[in-house]
């Protein structure tokens, strides 16, 4: 086949989307202070990597490295990962602005969200990192959905979040 044709297909293809979102409304960010996405918790691994776990108990887990572990392997793990499915809530900083009859108005949109948290054994205890995918669902002229985007950066809240539920759980465990 011409490798022209093709090229000029998937260009095609990948240019679609964007102009056909073009009349959507644009998604602005509220500016807030830099949170935290990472944390060096001064326990034990199996310890932290429970609180992880506890703390995502009401998230459907799509991949975890290693996948399966006993108890005892897990004594003896430094460094393991997991990947969340999309969790669905409504963004506390993506929104569009609009007006009604000359007045300033705002609406904040859906979104969802994927966790990636690596917990890895460091001087000093286990540090967690915390890595978040957010899309966005654009809302057409007439106000209903046009389908979920990646607009800018990944709220920062988000990972704080899953640190500070973390670090709740931590404080919560009965001590081993």
């Known amino acids: 086949m011409n490798p022209r044709i093709i090229s ?16 959507l409304p644009d998604v602005k960010t509220q500016s807030y202070a830099r949170s935290k996405d990472h944390q060096t918790f001064e326990y034990d691994f199996p ?13 459907k887990i799509i991949e975890k490295d290693p996948t399966h ?5 897990l004594q003896k793990l430094s460094r393991r990962s997991l990947k969340t499915d999309w969790i669905y809530s409504q963004s506390r900083v993506k929104y569009i602005a609009y007006d009604v009859n000359g007045y300033p108005r705002k609406t904040y949109l859906q979104n969802r969200y ?3 948290v690596l ?6 205890g286990v540090r967690v990192q915390v890595t978040t995918t957010e899309e966005v669902e654009r ?3 007439q106000g209903s959905p046009a389908g979920y985007a990646t607009i800018g ?16 759980e931590l404080r919560s465990a009965p001590p081993s």
């Open 8 to 23: 000029a297909s998937i260009l095609i293809l990948l240019a679609g989307p964007i102009v056909g979102c073009s009349s």
């Open 47 to 59: 310890i932290v990597w429970k609180a992880v776990e506890s703390a995502l108990i009401q998230t």
């Open 69 to 73: 572990v006993t108890t005892l392997e």
């Open 114 to 116: 994927k966790y990636q």
């Open 119 to 124: 917990a890895e054994s460091v001087l000093g």
């Open 139 to 141: 809302l057409n002229p």
């Open 153 to 168: 950066e990944p709220d920062p809240s988000i990972a704080s979040d899953l640190i500070d539920k973390i670090n709740s």
